[in-house]
C-alpha cells in the first residue's frame, strides 16, 4: 500500500490550504484520517472520516477544518481555512483497510507534508 500526500506548504495567518492523500494497493477502506506531529510533540489526531461518512475532529480544529473524502478514488482531502501559528506542523494521512478481501485491518501511513503558518 503507498500513500501520496500533497498540498503543504507555507501561508501566512488567516489563510487556507487544501491537502490531499490517495491511496494505492489497498483493497478496502474503513477510516481514513490526519494526524499531524510538531517539533518536540507527539503526534496527535487532527481529522478522520469513517467509509461511512463519520467525522471527527479535533477540538482545535473544529469550525476551521474539513475533512472529506472521495471513496471511488481513496482519497481524502483536509481543507484547513483560517490558519493559525499552532497549525504548524508536519500533517500524515492515514488510511486503516484491508489489501484483500480477509485479514484484519492494518494502519498505513503517508510520508508526511509539511505545512507553516508564519506571517
Known amino acids: ?15 487556507s490550504l487544501r491537502l490531499s492523500c490517495a491511496a494505492s494497493g489497498i483493497f478496502s477502506i474503513n477510516v481514513m484520517g490526519w494526524y499531524r506531529q510538531a517539533p518536540g510533540k507527539q503526534r496527535d489526531l487532527v481529522a478522520a472520516i469513517s467509509s461511512g461518512g463519520r467525522e471527527t475532529y479535533a477540538d482545535s480544529v473544529k469550525g476551521r477544518f474539513t475533512i472529506s473524502s472521495e471513496n471511488a478514488e481513496n482519497t481524502v482531502y483536509l ?40 506571517s
Open 1 to 15: 500500500v503507498q500513500l501520496q500526500a500533497s498540498g503543504g506548504g507555507l501561508v501566512q495567518p488567516g489563510g
Open 79 to 118: 481543507q484547513m481555512n483560517s490558519l493559525k501559528p499552532e497549525d504548524t506542523a508536519v500533517y500524515y494521512c492515514n488510511f486503516v483497510g484491508r489489501t484483500a478481501v480477509v485479514g484484519l485491518p492494518r494502519n498505513y501511513w503517508g510520508q508526511g507534508t509539511q505545512v507553516t503558518v508564519s
